[in-house]
């Protein structure tokens, strides 16, 4: 099953990240580790292979891939024996990469993002196509009454924010869509009448790789112990472009809201405490969050945890950026439409109504992907 993976921010570091590993992984250079879709209990012949995959996409930038990967090598991101051994099959992905359309008025944006998909789809003889938002993040909209109807919204398509107008050209090419990043995405009631009406799945938002990937594990501990969380404090550190993006206090705002619904949804309650977010520059692409939290027992006896994460955000990222492209596609392949829950296991803010617990969420998505599979094999 040949499948595109149009990336949006085709030349960020997430993008790089998960392009020269899907690569490397390709020609046997390295392991998949992280790899969600490569355990035991999720391969299957429900989902594209890894040498299936294509890619190609947009970005504002044009700094070439392989000048990317080079400077992410140098920055400890990758490997960077495999960012020279890849280069020439980067070469190629460069080819089929495309500067974001800024000609004309919205509708006629979308009309150019839709022409690249179909002409992609063609070009490579590809089964589906993908589309994956890895941009920076934006500021939340301004709600509009168009947000809610389809009808309305095809004649003011200037309401729309960047990855909402994207989520329009994908449904519009016949692509399904998943939103790696807090921002809006597919995720308005005139949106998602439009997935439903092409028969389109689509997923998101917000990739979970650190901190909340951690709440999401040690919350559901609380609630089951029955012990009472009085606080719970985060200060969040990052560099590289999303630290630079986040020191804006709107897109700050919407990626912080993200980040919190897991506390309230686990525990029935929000503790007290915050989370901050901060760009620090010379993180680069690596990012270090310290939390605090307090918490009483037993007769009132007041007791904390502390812990610190320090990871490296694309080496995160990019493995999950193959399994949503991999799972969606399947999905998709499977006739499904509409929002997939059954991937809130990836993310922090998921559609749907399915808790927060990631071994929850993992149970949820095995038994999907067990279906996805069993369909497959008929």
Not at 2 to 19: I, N
Not at 139 to 160: F, I
Request: hydrophobic share 45%; glycine share 10%.
């Amino acid at each position: 099953m040949r499948t595109g993976v149009w990336l949006v921010g085709a030349r960020g570091s997430v993008a790089t990240t998960s392009v020269v590993g899907a690569l490397a992984l390709r020609a046997g250079l390295t392991a998949p580790t992280g790899c969600v879709t490569e355990l035991p209990d999720l391969r299957g012949p429900a989902l594209p292979g890894l040498a299936d995959l294509v890619f190609g996409g947009h970005d504002v930038v044009a700094t070439p891939l392989t000048k990317r990967a080079e400077a992410l090598a140098a920055a400890g991101v990758l490997p960077g024996r495999l960012a020279d051994a890849v280069a020439p099959e980067l070469a190629d992905v460069e080819a089929a990469l495309r500067p974001v359309p800024t000609e004309g008025d919205p509708a006629a944006r979308i009309a150019a993002v839709v022409d690249d998909l179909t002409d992609f789809r063609r070009r490579y003889d590809l089964d589906r196509v993908v589309v994956v938002n890895v941009a920076a993040t934006e500021p939340a909209p301004a709600p509009h009454p168009a947000h809610h109807d389809l009808t309305a919204l095809r004649t003011a398509l200037d309401v729309l924010p960047a990855s909402s107008r994207y989520a329009y050209a994908a449904f519009t090419a016949g692509c399904p869509y998943v939103d790696f990043t807090p921002s809006t995405g597919a995720r308005l009631p005139a949106l998602a009448a439009l997935a439903d009406e092409r028969g389109l799945p689509y997923a998101g938002h917000d990739g979970k790789t650190g901190e909340t990937l951690l709440k999401s594990v040690l919350a559901p501990m609380f609630a089951m112990r029955h012990l009472a969380v009085r606080s719970w404090s985060g200060t969040n550190l990052l560099g590289g472009g999303d630290g630079a993006t986040l020191a804006e206090p709107a897109a700050n705002a919407a990626k912080v809201g993200s980040k919190q619904r897991v506390l309230a949804e686990t525990l029935g309650y929000l503790p007290q405490g915050s989370t901050r977010i901060d760009y620090v520059e010379e993180l680069g692409d690596f990012k270090t969050a310290w939390d605090l939290v307090t918490f009483a027992g037993f007769l009132g006896t007041g007791m904390r945890m502390e812990f610190t994460w320090h990871g490296c955000d694309s080496a995160l990222a990019a493995p999950l950026v193959l399994d949503l492209a991999r799972l969606t596609a399947a999905a998709h392949a499977a006739g499904r439409r509409g929002p997939l829950a059954e991937l809130a296991f990836f993310f922090k803010d998921p559609l749907g109504d399915t808790g927060h617990a990631l071994g929850e969420q993992w149970a949820v998505l095995r038994d999907f992907v067990a279906g996805l599979h069993a369909e497959a094999a008929r």
